[in-house]
C-alpha cells in the first residue's frame, strides 16, 4: 500500500527560529511536490521536485528531494508568522498525486 | 487567484436533496480532478478526467456522480447524502510538469 507519511504532523516554533519537516513515501516516485494550505483556503503549489538530488528555494523555505531514500524535506529558516499554515507534499503516481497528512505549523513571537 | 473557481463556496443539504458543485478552468489543461478533504484525514483523490473521459474512480460511493461536458468544466452532482459526506470538496487541473492547480473549494454540511 502506498503510504505518503509526514512529520511532525504539528509543528509550533518561534519567530527567528529553523526547523524542518519531513515527507517519507513508500514507492517508487521521481517527483514530489510541496503544497501550502491556509485555513480554510484551498491549496497552493509550492514547489515541484524533478529529480533525485534537485533543491528549490523560495524565501525562507527549502525543499529537497532524495529519491534513493525516499525522502523529502522542508526546510525552514528564520521562520515568520506568515509561514503559519499547513504544509503538504504529495507524490506522483501515474496521473494521481498521494498526498501526505500534512504538517500544521504555527509560528508564534 | 489560481484560474481554477468553485461554485457555490458553501452548501448546507439535507441527505434527500440533490444538488450539484461545478468547477470551472481557464487555464488550458486538459485533466481535471475532485478530491475530498474531511479533518485530520489526507486529501483524497475521488475522481480524474482526462480530455473530458473519466480515467479514475476512486471507489467513490455512486451517490456522487462527476460529469465532465468538457476540458473545462467539471460537475459533481450530490444525491441522497450522508453526514458523514461533510467535508472541503477541492477541484484540480493539472498543468506543466504535472503540477495541480486547485480551486477554492466548495465547503459542504450534510444535515
Known amino acids: 500500500e502506498l503510504k505518503v507519511e509526514q512529520n511532525p504532523l504539528f509543528l509550533s516554533m518561534q519567530e527567528g527560529k529553523n526547523y524542518t519537516i519531513y515527507c517519507n513515501y513508500s514507492t517508487t516516485s521521481d517527483r514530489l511536490y510541496w503544497y501550502r494550505q491556509d485555513p480554510g483556503k484551498s491549496l497552493e503549489s509550492l514547489f515541484v521536485?524533478?529529480?533525485?538530488?534537485a533543491v528549490k528555494q523560495e524565501g525562507r523555505l527549502m525543499a529537497s528531494l532524495d529519491t534513493k531514500a525516499r525522502l523529502s524535506t522542508l526546510h525552514i529558516t528564520a521562520a515568520v508568522h506568515d509561514l503559519s499554515a499547513t504544509y503538504f507534499c504529495a507524490v506522483v503516481v501515474i496521473d494521481k498525486l498521494i498526498f501526505g497528512t500534512g504538517t500544521r505549523l504555527q509560528v508564534f513571537p | 487567484e489560481t484560474g481554477v473557481t468553485q461554485t457555490p463556496r458553501h452548501l448546507v443539504m439535507g441527505m434527500t436533496n440533490k444538488k450539484s458543485l461545478k468547477c470551472e478552468q481557464h487555464l488550458g489543461h486538459n485533466a481535471m480532478y475532485w478530491y475530498k478533504q474531511s479533518a485530520k484525514k489526507p486529501l483524497e483523490l475521488m475522481f480524474v478526467?482526462?480530455?473530458?473521459?473519466?480515467?479514475e474512480n476512486n471507489s467513490v460511493p455512486s451517490r456522487f456522480s462527476p460529469e465532465c461536458p468538457n476540458s473545462s468544466h467539471l460537475f459533481l452532482h450530490l444525491h441522497t447524502l450522508q453526514p458523514e459526506d461533510s467535508a472541503l470538496y477541492l477541484c484540480?487541473?493539472?498543468?506543466?510538469?504535472?503540477?495541480?492547480?486547485f480551486g477554492p473549494g466548495t465547503r459542504l454540511l450534510v444535515l
Open positions: 521536485l524533478l529529480s533525485n538530488g
Open positions: 478526467y482526462n480530455f473530458k473521459e473519466q480515467t
Open positions: 484540480a487541473s493539472r498543468g506543466p510538469q504535472e503540477t495541480q492547480y
